[in-house]
């Protein structure tokens, strides 16, 4: 089965199985607004490990996923180094953010898959929505994912009105088999 478009079918439905996602292949990007919503920052952070299981039916899917909190990167080694500070993400002594979905359910003829991600030793409920999914040979697949992070449910609230409420991440993720 080979598709690549919207997943809003059986036919762009991956085959059920376990994949891992290959971290030197996937990119994680964050972007949000600053100054008073006047400028934009855009970052990115390391994959460490994911696993996803496609389940038999689709809505018993999986999916556990863990980033390297010290691995925010901006280009901006003063604002890099306030993110992983206690002040923000404390990677050091939350060095993981994790997600783990659980169910997948059909939204506006998207695979969205509703699940909880763990930042500065908090979790929230976050939605993973699948924009566009490739099923390609020998178990491998290709998507690109997003989500809204709120990152005040998380109790990273510094910065009030400098730095946004809201992060729209995106994934662009290949599995390996």
Not at 85 to 90: H, Q
Request: aromatic residues 6%; without cysteine.
């Amino acid at each position: 089965m080979n598709s690549s478009a919207t997943p809003n079918s059986a036919e762009q439905t991956p085959p059920a199985g376990r994949y891992h996602l290959d971290p030197t292949r996937t990119a994680v990007r964050l972007r949000t607004r600053h100054l008073f919503g006047l400028g934009g920052v855009s970052g990115t952070v390391t994959l460490r490990e994911a696993e996803l299981i496609i389940g038999e039916p689709i809505t018993a899917t999986t999916l556990r996923a863990v980033l390297d909190a010290a691995s925010f990167d901006t280009g901006n080694p003063k604002r890099d180094a306030d993110v992983h500070s206690a002040k923000y993400l404390d990677a050091a002594t939350y060095p993981d953010i994790s997600f783990t979905g659980q169910g997948v359910s059909q939204q506006n003829g998207k695979w969205v898959v509703a699940g909880t991600l763990t930042a500065h030793g908090v979790t929230a409920p976050v939605d993973l929505t699948v924009d566009e999914l490739d099923v390609a040979n020998a178990g491998v697949l290709r998507l690109r994912a997003t989500a809204k992070v709120d990152r005040y449910a998380h109790q990273i609230t510094a910065g009030k009105g400098m730095a946004a409420r809201w992060l729209t991440v995106e994934i662009a993720a290949v599995t390996v088999p």
